[in-house]
Every structure is written in structure tokens, then in C-alpha cells.
């Protein structure tokens, strides 16, 4: 599976982005898919996780009730959706997939458990 993300930029606190990940490959459909971020002079950290099926979905404390993530199997493509942003969270973020095993919360907001990567795309936000 290779990965292409999209869709970052420079917003103001309080406003939206939209991040989409394009997937080719065609194992797509059985991929769990995630994203991740990482934060200049800090490690990468879990995001969200969509399971294969987009029957589970996960999300990281501080983005729950903010961000949504959906995926388009139809499409090969993964989009986060990023509501109310704040300065915290500037970073550059990944997109990330792993074949489909067990489906489980810590399985799939485990960095190490994905094997594919996407380039990363850069998130500023301004106060």
C-alpha cells in the first residue's frame, strides 16, 4: 500500500481543516488506517484509527469530540476531519495502514503495528 496525504495548511484557533490520505494498492480494503502527528521537538503520537470495515473507530483523548475519521473504500481514500483546532495542534501528520488482523484499541493506536506510511502533511495553527 503506498500512501499520499493532503490537505494541510495554515488555519486560525477555532477554525477547520480536512485531511484526506490516498491509498493505492489493492489490499486497501482490508487495511486498517490511522493517522498520526508529530509535533516539533516531540514524538509521534496516535491520533485516530479507523478499522477496515470503518466499523471501529479510535481516537487519542485530546481530539475526541473535535476530529472525525472516515474512510471511503470505494475511493482507496482516508480523511480526517479536524473541527475547533488549536495551536496544540500544529504538527505535520501521518497517515498510516497495516493489513487487517486483530481489531482491537491498542492494536490499531499503535505506531509499530503500521507498516505503511504516508509523507506527511503539515498542520499550523495560529492563536
Known amino acids: 500500500v503506498q500512501l499520499q496525504a493532503s490537505g494541510g495548511g495554515l488555519v486560525q484557533a477555532g477554525g477547520s481543516l480536512r485531511l484526506s490520505c490516498a491509498a493505492s494498492g489493492r489490499t486497501f480494503s482490508r487495511a486498517d488506517m490511522a493517522w498520526f502527528r ?26 475526541k469530540d473535535r476530529f472525525t475519521i472516515s474512510r471511503d473504500n470505494a475511493k482507496n481514500t482516508v480523511t ?48
Request: net charge negative; with cysteine; proline share 3%.
Open 80 to 127: 480526517l476531519r479536524m473541527n475547533n483546532l488549536s495551536p496544540e495542534d500544529t504538527a505535520v501528520y501521518y497517515c498510516a495502514a497495516r493489513e487487517q488482523t486483530v481489531n482491537t484499541r491498542l492494536v490499531l493506536t499503535t505506531s509499530g503495528n503500521y507498516v505503511y506510511w504516508g509523507q506527511g502533511t503539515l498542520v499550523t495553527v495560529s492563536s
Open 38 to 63: 508529530q509535533a516539533p521537538g516531540k514524538e509521534r503520537e496516535f491520533v485516530a484509527a479507523i478499522s477496515w470495515s470503518g466499523g471501529s473507530t479510535y481516537y487519542a483523548d485530546s481530539v
